[in-house]
Every structure is written in structure tokens, then in C-alpha cells.
């Protein structure tokens, strides 16, 4: 009888399962085949239905500062909104996205660079959520965010690690912060791990190492496809440990170009590097996006290929596109008249009085004649 009764659920529980893998089985397909995304349809359209790509993380280039768009079938949510000074930027990336409505505004941690375009977009849209960490500020740009917090009407939500919210078919979990971190705002940031069919995003604002520690101990599933390098790639974050925990096949660095500080620094690049994870950088390629359909990512470019393994070479092309049109420095000698990238040996023997530092494209100085030396090959 009783084995009768437990062979009796098996059968249900079995017959039920069938039902779920097959349902499970059609969405997935559906996905997989519905892959052939446009470009314009991520770049400007306001239309949010883009077939077979579920997922769009957005790293807005917002100079030395970070902030990202995610969304996820047509719900929207973002995460910081750089400097105050950004604030036109973001708002208008997001309209020409498509944005009405934030089902959540997460500002990591009151430092300027996080929240200060916070106020402005709070203010321009339709506003869900919005989660702070429980560490207050007192500068004036933090209690004009409040502000605008109340005037709306909004309650902040303080989230607790491992707690997990729904966005559209996407959901996030809180991973951070876990404890109490005193005066060091870093450490407060509100991390996430966001996560859409197979595929999934970490970002953890400034968190520093003994965060990231707290991290590891918490238990909570790190691993993740794409990592944004907490604290704009400062050697302050970025542990060993949590780099492997993660193990990301890109990671995400959101800085300004030639910043005060040095971010990325070198330790956080040479690690990231001996890892073999591809690096794709703000203040090198302006606003990164990527996609995920749920099974594989892609980066919108010159490929519109789905297969995760095209994805790396799609990278480089696009790499490769915008480093070539975009200006830095360059060092010329203006008695050979070659020119050298700054860290070039050939270009540290220079004298003095031949020597040209010059901001600029390498088309600009090839149109002027200057020829690239063959040593650095810029
Ligand atoms: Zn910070
Ligand atoms: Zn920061």
C-alpha cells in the first residue's frame, strides 16, 4: 500500500517533470533560433521587443565613474549614474533606449562618482525602486539625491545580501554589502549578481578586498560570464581570491581617460591578463554593451554571430575599430619624423628638444606626414 501510494507520486512527480522539460525545452529553442538581432534595434530604437536577445547590460561611458543600464524584455533598471556633471548623459542614453520607467535605481555608495546623476534621472522617470546601502553621507549632492527621493514620493529599500529580485525574466541577487564596514564607503557598495538563463553579470560598485572577502565567506554563487571590475579597476579591489571566484571570461573596467588616479592599475590588468580574461574598457571603447540570450553573450559590432566562440574575435574587431579612431597620446620626433607610442624605448631616447608630445588620432599624424615607428608600431 504505502509503496503503492510512493510509487503513485514518483509517476506524478515524474509526469510533471516531463511537462516542465518540454516547456522548458520550447522557450529555450524558441530563444536559440530567434537570434538574428539588428544592430540599430541595441543602438537608438525605442522599441524594447527585440526578438531572441533577453538581456541587455549597458556600461554607459560616463568618464571616471561608472553606471549601467540593464535590461530585461522591456523592464529596465540602473545602476549608478556617474558624476553629476553625467547627468544629461544618462538621461539621454536612457531615452534613446526606450526608458520610462526604472523598476529599480540602485545607487551603490554615496560617493559622487556613483551617485551624483542620481537626483537628475530620479527626477526625469518613472521610478520603481530604489536601494542605497544603509550608510548615509552627508555632502551635498548625497542629500539632494534624498531629496529627490522624497519629493517622488519613494521609499529606499536597504537590500540584504542574499536576498533576490525579480527583473522581467532576469532575477539579481545581493551578495553585498555583509556587514557593517564603518567610514569606508567603498565597502558599503550594494553588490549583485544578476542572472538570465544561463548566463550572469557581477557588479559591485567600489567594493574593496575586505568586502570582497565577505564575499567569499558569505557562500553566496559568485561565478559569473561578466565581471564589472569593482572601484574602476584600483588595485584597493580585485583580490586573487574573488577574481578566481568569479572567473569571468570578460571583465568590465568603467573609467575615464588619463583619471587622476591611474585606474586601471597595473596589478588589477596583470591579473586580469594572466587569468586570460578580455578586458574591455570605457575609457577605450565609450559605452560597452552586452547581450545575453540567455545560453550565450554577444557584443553588438561588426558580428552578428550568437556562438559564444565568435564572440572574442568580434571583441577584438571592435577593439580594434574604436582604438583606432579614438585620440591619445603619441610621442613625436620631430627630427625623424616618426612617431612612437609614450611607453616605446626607441621613444624615451629622444632629445629633448626633438621631442613632441601630441594628443591626437593616428590618422591625424599620418595625414601630416609623420611616419609610425616600426619598434612600437602605434
Ligand atoms: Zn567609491
Ligand atoms: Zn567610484
Known sequence: ???????????????????????????????????????????????????????????????????????????????????????GTVIDYLKAQGVKKLDYVIGTHPHSDHIGGLEGVIREFDVTNVMLPEKEHTTRIYEKLLDAIADKNLKVTIPKAAESYSLGDASFQIISPNRDYGDNLNNWSIGIRLEYGKTSFVLCGDAEKEAEQDMLLSGLPLKADVLKVSHHGSSTSSSPEFIKAVSPRYAVISCGKNNDYGHPHKETMDLLNKQGIKVLRTDQLG????????????????????????????????????????????????????????????????????????????????????????????
Open 287 to 378: 559605452t560597452i554593451v552586452i547581450e545575453s540570450d540567455g545560453t550565450g553573450l554577444r557584443i553588438p559590432g561588426q558580428s552578428t554571430e550568437q556562438n559564444t566562440d565568435q564572440m572574442g574575435s568580434s571583441l577584438d574587431a571592435q577593439n580594434q575599430a574604436k582604438e583606432t579612431d579614438t585620440s591619445r597620446e603619441y610621442i613625436i620626433n620631430t627630427n625623424t619624423g616618426k612617431f612612437h607610442l609614450p611607453d616605446c624605448k626607441l621613444a624615451k631616447s629622444i632629445k629633448e628638444e626633438n621631442r613632441k608630445l601630441y594628443k591626437g588620432t593616428r590618422e591625424e599624424l599620418i595625414n601630416e606626414g609623420f611616419e609610425p615607428c616600426k619598434s612600437c608600431n602605434p
Open 1 to 87: 500500500m504505502t509503496t503503492n501510494m510512493a510509487g503513485n507520486k514518483i509517476k506524478r512527480i515524474l509526469a510533471l517533470a516531463a511537462v516542465l522539460c518540454v516547456i522548458c525545452l520550447t522557450g529555450c529553442a524558441y530563444k536559440a533560433t530567434g537570434s538574428d538581432v539588428s544592430d540599430t534595434a541595441v543602438q537608438g530604437g525605442t522599441d524594447n521587443q527585440k526578438a531572441g536577445f533577453g538581456l541587455d547590460v549597458h556600461f554607459i561611458d560616463v568618464g571616471q565613474g561608472d553606471s549601467a543600464l540593464i535590461e530585461a524584455n522591456g523592464h529596465f533598471m540602473l545602476i549608478d549614474a556617474g558624476e553629476k556633471d553625467q547627468t
